[in-house]
């Protein structure tokens, strides 16, 4: 990714963000850094199964029950989206939209910054297709609707990948 000049003015958020690409150790796969994608996608399998414990532990939720389940699930859902949606209202507002622009036109903080934001998305989706739909479903087996939610988890997968292989598409 690149490198900033010491005279830009890098929002916080994103300086956070794209400070993770360079402080995690790297995991290359293909020439791509999933370092990020990982840690999030344990992160978001931690924020899930303390969730459970503490609905069942401390609340009282019924253990092994599908809504207890659900409604942890959806704790980590919230942590995803509150921790991503934010960096992505950031990355809109300092560098203009350009739907097919290159990778390469933004600034090098934000390059950054955006890589892990995508990595992070694809950490959501590896947590979610294997915490909530394989690990979930083990014992009954997969539904077709199952089936259908765990291919548009692979084909979001599978995009994200792409745009940090073709260097456009990100935004």
Excluded at 2 to 30: D, M, Y
Excluded at 88 to 116: I, N, V
Aim: a neutral charge; one cysteine or more; aromatic letters at 12%.
């Amino acid at each position: 990714m690149g490198k900033s000049t010491p005279k830009e003015q890098i929002p916080a958020l994103l300086a956070f963000w794209g400070s993770l690409i360079h402080t995690l150790p790297a995991v290359n796969i293909g020439g791509l850094n999933f370092s990020v994608t990982i840690v999030g996608a344990l992160f978001l399998t931690a924020v899930r199964f303390t969730a459970e414990y503490a609905m069942v532990a401390v609340f009282g939720w019924p253990a092994g029950n599908t809504l207890t389940q659900e409604a942890a699930a959806g704790v980590a859902a919230i942590s995803h989206s509150s921790s991503l949606v934010p960096g992505l209202w950031m990355c809109f507002r300092s560098h203009p939209y350009r739907p097919s622009e290159k990778m390469a036109d933004a600034p090098g903080w934000w390059q950054d910054a955006a890589s892990a934001l995508i990595q992070f998305c694809t950490g959501y989706m590896l947590y979610d297709a294997a915490v909530n739909i394989l690990w979930q479903r083990r014992e009954t087996g997969l539904t077709s609707d199952d089936l259908l939610f765990l291919a548009h988890h692979v084909v979001t997968i599978l995009y994200m990948i792409s745009t940090r292989i073709v260097c456009a598409g990100q935004q």
